[in-house]
């Protein structure tokens, strides 16, 4: 992915995080399994997102992909309080901003 393709998978994240009807549990799984899943350790992350992107990963999902071993984001989920679930989200936000103010650093 480019690092545009990054922040638009991201965009995409957060808008499912705030449209979706369900309850926040199933709107990060949701967003994790349509989109987070698809970036990938080697995509062009800013250094400082990157530990921050990957402890969102771990804490959705320490599966290999797409059949590895590890706990898959369902159990994930289920075993999580709606506190952290919602502190997740945040986090998925806090990322997403941040990569559009890099890109608008970048242009200026």
Sequence with gaps: MTPLQ??????KAVQILVDENEK???RLLIAYASQLSLIQP???LP???DNEFRGVRYALSDAGM???YGERATKKLHDMS????SELARTIF?????????Q???LE
């Design 6 to 11: 990054v922040r638009e998978t991201f965009r």
């Design 24 to 26: 926040i549990k199933e």
């Design 42 to 44: 080697t995509d062009p």
């Design 47 to 49: 250094a400082e997102l």
């Design 66 to 68: 797409p059949y590895g």
């Design 82 to 85: 709606d506190e952290e679930a």
């Design 94 to 102: 806090s990322i997403f901003l941040q990569l559009h103010d890099v």
């Design 104 to 106: 608008l650093t970048t």
